[in-house]
């Protein structure tokens, strides 16, 4: 099985505030994913990487921004949260096709 | 992706076969069918993949109709906790990049 990390799991946070959703891997996977799901609702794909220093907008426009200064390292950011950015966000890595998926970060925007 | 359809919902006793069909007319001849399941909300997880021969593993078995229009995943004994969001998705080719669009996938609900 795959090992991919996020922190943090669960986060409430204030409207306004900058916040970083971490993603980590450690299979030296190229491709890189990050989807959002609100709740019972379909998962968008929202920003992608295939390696380091690359980094794309995906099918979802998102106000987030991410980089990928490291293979292993795929950082998402708000850099001021709004409640419409209450959402689940997922992580993903993949060697080719087959993706494998972190536990996620539910965040809370009040 | 190549456009796939999927029943909302199904039920399932325990124990007992669960069958959940895909339609993807549209596949080109070098894509692949992948499925991956969601069990509530936690991060999708891959079941199995094929081309065009049945494909089993330790999840779940892939029947691929000859005409690779659709196909049918598999879970032979199924149990309460296989109860989850099953997608079937045919990944964008090459050019694509291989993305994935999940979907609404098929809502298995399996019971006592």
């Known amino acids: 099985e795959a090992d991919i990390y996020q922190t943090p799991r669960y986060l409430v946070i204030g409207t306004g505030k900058k916040i970083t959703l971490e993603c980590s891997q450690t299979m030296g996977h190229d491709k890189m994913y990050w989807y959002q799901q609100d709740p019972g609702m379909e998962l968008h794909l929202i920003h992608y990487s295939y390696g380091v220093n690359s980094t794309e907008k995906g099918d979802l426009s998102s106000e987030s921004t991410v980089s990928r200064i490291r293979t292993e390292h795929f950082p998402l950011t708000l850099e001021s949260a709004r409640p419409s950015h209450t959402s689940q966000y997922l992580c993903?890595?993949?060697?080719?096709?087959?993706?494998?998926f972190g536990p996620g970060t539910r965040l809370t925007v009040t | 992706d190549a456009k796939t359809t999927q029943p909302p919902s199904m039920d399932c006793a325990e124990g007992r076969a669960a069958n959940l069909p895909c339609n993807h007319s549209t596949i080109s001849g070098n894509e692949y069918v992948y499925w991956y399941r969601q069990i509530h909300s936690q991060g999708p997880q891959y079941i199995i993949h094929?081309?065009?021969n049945n494909e089993t593993n330790e999840m779940a078995s892939l029947i691929i109709t000859e005409d690779r229009k659709s196909s049918t995943l598999i879970l032979p004994h199924a149990t309460l906790r296989d109860t989850a969001v099953y997608y079937c998705?045919?990944?964008?080719?090459?050019?694509?990049?291989?993305?994935?669009?999940f979907g609404t996938g098929t809502q298995l609900k399996v019971e006592l």
């Open positions: 993903a890595s993949s060697p080719g096709v087959k993706q494998y």
């Open positions: 094929g081309l065009k």
């Open positions: 998705i045919v990944p964008r080719s090459a050019g694509g990049g291989n993305k994935l669009t």
